[in-house]
């Protein structure tokens, strides 16, 4: 459906060139579509798509949601109302009365003749492309290439519409100037037939009949949600259960309603960063007492809970169903910080990927400044912390954070673990030899040559949004990072540079000849770790 749409507004930006241009469009346009085939294609998914606003309308057992999620249930509901009219005017009374639907003549009824339309369309045009645009993105944005794509769907979500709408308007006005054929009726409630005559009164009597029969099916398709809806809630009035939580929160919801649900119709913050259909654990909760009496996890959440090693008593709030009462634990909870309402969902509560680390320290730091006044220690620091900041963001990293005279970075949150590897390692020489100069700068005012130690590994990491209060950014933790945190203390050790690990140094595509290789134990590792031990001198070699 989302293609269909595509490719009609691409067709109506071709107006931009000229109205023949679009025409000539509009016939590959056509040709794709209006076939038994392609007219299968379209209708079929706009019925399914309508079918499974309704059934999520229904299966939701609280309306009580996030406004991601609520807006694509209201967009979805009103795409029917604002397209019938366009349907009608245009594919239908092709079917029925034999209507060439041209640019010239749609354009001219809406632009010219029925301006109210024209704003209706204008308006169908903006719902179904937001709501086909926050669908992608919602269902891609846990692909790990997304993120490197997202810029050019951005910029696709933004050109297409504006240059629609662009070749609408300039073509409007230009038929707006020109006389209107004999042969023309006005608006929608008439047109031509096979050339230029107009549509019989049978036939408009017909078009309207076929469109308040599908206003009616969907309004009583609607209507039935609803009544349905109702009648449930009032029959589950009398069989509810209690979800309890370890702050002492008691909320009663009928039999059948996910915890996930329950959480948000009493007001309790519960993570749902896939908006509760299994793709993700945030929502994951650890069930104290009643776990004997639930259903086991389906294929869905199964796989879900295997991925994160989850243990028996952990299930997905979203996936849960309990029959009874039951006591569970949420196992990631929004702070009370950050101000998150029940309905609300927070975006970045943490993923796993595959990321590039950097640590970099200063050798000898005490030893450099225990002799100095504080104020020199500050300029000294942060003629450092802007060596090491610089060199970073312009080898495309991100600096996470400074710890006393250390600073650690993160390479590969956007783009290829290939590109991060080479970014970091051209971080590593960038601030080597800017570290070298400022040595030069100060070394009247040095006790010691000014020097530092960088460790660099790759691999997994968890990257989220963590902290608290103001103090809150985007950082990583995991066993990458304490590995690259260790190969910064080994350079320390071995009183070089820096220390890359084979992972990093292979994904780069460095030439290792003339480095000093040897294995190490990592704390916590079962296998020895290859790590390449790189001199001052022969970090510009990464440059």
């Known amino acids: 459906m989302l293609v269909f749409v595509m490719l009609h507004l691409a067709n109506h930006s071709l107006n931009l060139i000229s109205l023949k241009a679009a025409e000539e469009g509009r016939h590959w346009f056509l040709a794709i579509w209006r076939n038994p085939v392609g007219t299968f294609l379209f209708y079929g998914a706009a019925i399914v798509h309508v079918t499974l606003i309704m059934r999520a309308l229904y299966v939701r057992r609280t309306l009580v949601m996030p406004m991601r999620e609520a807006s694509q249930i209201i967009l979805g509901l009103l795409i029917p109302v604002l397209l019938i009219e366009h349907i009608i005017g245009t594919r239908i009374r092709y079917e029925v009365a034999g209507l060439h639907d041209t640019y010239e003549f749609v354009i001219r009824s809406l632009w010219v003749d029925s301006p109210g339309s024209a704003i209706r369309q204008t308006l169908a045009l903006l719902v179904v492309w937001a709501h086909g645009c926050i669908g992608i993105h919602f269902w891609l944005r846990y692909r790990d290439w997304y993120s490197r794509a997202a810029p050019f769907f951005l910029t696709l979500a933004i050109l297409l519409p504006v240059l629609s709408l662009l070749g609408f308007a300039y073509t409007g006005r230009i038929l707006a100037s020109e006389p209107v054929q004999s042969s023309y009726g006005s608006g929608y409630s008439s047109g031509i037939a096979h050339g230029s005559t107009f549509v019989s009164n049978a036939a408009l009597q017909q078009l309207m009949i076929i469109k308040l029969m599908l206003y009616g099916v969907f309004a009583t398709s609607l209507l039935s949600v609803l009544t349905l809806r109702l009648v449930r809630s009032w029959r589950e009035r009398s069989d509810q259960i209690e979800i309890r939580y370890p702050e002492g929160q008691l909320v009663r919801v009928p039999r059948g309603f996910s ?58 709030a979203c996936q849960l169903r309990p029959l009874n009462s039951i006591s569970i634990v949420p196992l990631l909870v929004p702070t009370v910080e950050s101000n998150l309402p029940a309905n609300s969902q927070q975006t970045n509560p943490g993923r796993e990927q595959e990321i590039v680390i950097l640590f970099c320290d200063i050798r000898n730091f005490t030893t450099l400044t225990e002799a100095q006044l504080p104020y020199d220690v500050v300029f000294l620091l942060n003629r450092y912390f802007a060596i090491v900041g610089q060199a970073v963001e312009r080898a495309g990293g991100r600096l996470d954070k400074f710890i006393g005279d250390g600073a650690m970075a993160l390479f590969g949150l956007q783009g290829s673990s290939e590109d991060a590897s080479r970014q970091a390692l051209k971080a590593c020489a960038t601030i080597v030899r800017e570290i070298d100069r400022l040595s030069q700068e100060l070394a009247t005012d040095l006790a010691m040559p000014l020097r530092v130690a960088i460790g660099v ?19 990583a933790i995991g066993d990458t990072v304490n590995v690259a945190s260790r190969l910064e203390t080994i350079a320390k050790e071995l009183d070089v540079a820096l220390v890359v690990s084979e992972p990093t140094i292979v994904k780069a595509g460095s030439d290792t000849t003339l480095l000093e290789s040897r294995e190490i134990t990592v704390r916590g590792r079962a296998e020895p770790l290859r790590i390449y031990v790189v001199t001052q001198e022969m970090s510009a070699h990464f440059t």
């Open 259 to 316: 915890v996930l649900e329950a959480s948000r119709l009493g007001g309790v913050p519960h993570y749902a960063v896939c908006g509760g259909k299994g793709r993700c654990s945030t929502c994951r909760v650890q069930v104290v007492e009643g776990g004997d009496t639930l259903l086991r996890p389906d294929a869905t959440e199964q796989a879900t809970l295997n991925r994160i090693n989850a243990d028996p008593d952990v299930r997905l």
């Open 457 to 475: 590994h790759s691999g997994p990491a968890i990257v989220g949004a963590m902290g608290y209060g103001n103090v809150k950014s985007l950082t």
